[in-house]
C-alpha cells in the first residue's frame, strides 16, 4: 500500500467473521511495518468458529414442514448444545432450528431474550419455498462423531426475485455445530437481511457471526465449538439387577448435572479438566 505522508488510522479485519477486527493509528513518514493480532470471536460459553471450505452435505429423507409452524423432530442420538444434550429440535421454513420449538419470521441480531431461543441459526431471513425447494434430513458418520443433517435445498430469499440457494446444518454428537452453503451469488444470498450463528436457551448469550451483513461465499462452511469444554458420556445402571436407570441425576458438583434418559445413559458438555461425579469415587475426565 502507497499513501502520503501523514496520520491515518488502520483497520484490519479478518476473511471472516470469525476473528475480530483491530485498528491502529499510524504515521507515515517512510516505510512503515504494522503488525496485528486479531482475537478469536468467541461467545460466554466458550463457543468459537472457524471458517473453511468443507465439502457440502446434503439431506436424503424429505421433511414436511408446515410454514409458521415448524416440525417436531426426533434426533437419533443426543446433541450436546450449550452445555446440555438436546434430544428433538423444530425446524423452520425461514432459515433456523429451535431446540425449544419456538418459530418466528423476522431476523433478530443476537443474543436476543425474546424468542427464537436455544437455537441454530445457518441463515435466518424471510425465505420462500419455490415447486423445486425442500427441506431433508440425514444421518452421517460413525459413533462418536455423527452428525445430523438439515438441508434447505433451493430455497428463495423473499428479497430475491429469482434466485434459489441452498445450506444445511450438522449437529454434531460430539458438540460441534456445521454450516455449509452452496449457490450463493447476489447480496441478499450472502446475508444482507440474515441472521447467522447460535444462541443459547435464555437469549443471554450466543455467537453471533453476522446480522444482516453480506458475510458468506458459495463454497464456504462454518465450525462452532466450544473449545474449553469435553463431552462426557455414561450410563447408569441399578447395582441390584442391572437395569438401566432413567431420569437419575448425575451431577459434577459446582460443574454440571445431568438427566439419563430411558436407556440409563447420559451425554453433556463439561469444562475440560479433572472432575468428580458426586456419589462415586471414580474421577472423570472430559476432553
Known amino acids: 500500500m502507497t499513501l502520503p505522508h501523514g496520520s491515518y488510522q488502520l483497520s484490519v479485519a479478518g476473511a471472516s467473521h470469525c476473528a475480530g477486527t483491530a485498528t491502529a493509528d499510524i504515521t507515515v513518514a517512510g516505510s ?25 452435505v446434503a439431506g436424503t429423507e424429505p421433511l414436511t414442514v408446515v410454514p409458521g409452524a415448524g416440525q417436531e423432530v426426533a434426533l ?10 438436546r434430544s428433538r429440535i423444530w ?30 441459526y445457518p441463515f435466518w ?21 455423527r452428525s445430523f443433517v438439515i438441508e434447505w435445498r433451493d430455497i428463495r430469499p423473499q428479497a430475491d426475485t429469482f434466485e ?11 458438540g460441534t455445530i456445521g454450516y455449509r452453503y452452496k449457490d450463493i451469488d447476489t447480496a441478499v444470498e450472502q446475508g444482507s437481511s440474515a441472521t447467522i450463528g447460535i444462541e443459547n436457551a435464555d437469549g ?29 458420556r455414561g450410563k447408569v445402571t ?15 458438583p459446582h460443574v454440571a448435572a445431568f438427566t439419563t434418559r430411558e436407556d440409563g445413559t447420559y451425554r453433556g458438555q ?3 479438566g479433572t472432575h468428580q461425579p458426586a456419589n462415586d469415587n471414580r474421577p472423570s475426565r472430559s476432553q
Open 204 to 232: 443471554t448469550d450466543a455467537f453471533q457471526y453476522s446480522f444482516d451483513t453480506p458475510s458468506i461465499r458459495d463454497g464456504q462452511s462454518l465450525t462452532f465449538t466450544a473449545k474449553d469444554y469435553g463431552v462426557v
Open 91 to 120: 425446524v423452520t421454513t425461514v432459515g433456523f432450528a429451535s431446540f425449544a420449538g419456538e418459530v418466528v419470521f423476522d431476523n433478530e441480531p443476537l443474543p436476543e431474550p425474546l424468542e427464537p431461543n436455544l437455537a441454530v
Open 164 to 174: 434459489l440457494m441452498s445450506f444445511s446444518v450438522l449437529l454434531g454428537e460430539d
Open 32 to 56: 512503515v511495518t504494522k503488525d496485528f493480532d486479531l482475537t478469536v470471536k468467541r461467545d460466554d460459553f466458550g463457543y468459537t468458529c472457524t471458517s473453511g471450505t468443507e465439502p457440502y
Open 270 to 272: 463439561v469444562r475440560a
Open 238 to 252: 441399578d447395582a441390584n439387577d442391572g437395569q438401566p436407570l432413567a431420569g437419575a441425576t448425575v451431577e459434577f
Open 76 to 85: 437419533p442420538f443426543p446433541v450436546p448444545f450449550y452445555g446440555e444434550s
Open 125 to 145: 431471513d424471510d425465505l420462500r419455498l419455490e415447486a423445486q425447494s425442500g427441506i431433508y434430513t440425514a444421518t452421517v458418520g460413525t459413533a462418536p462423531h
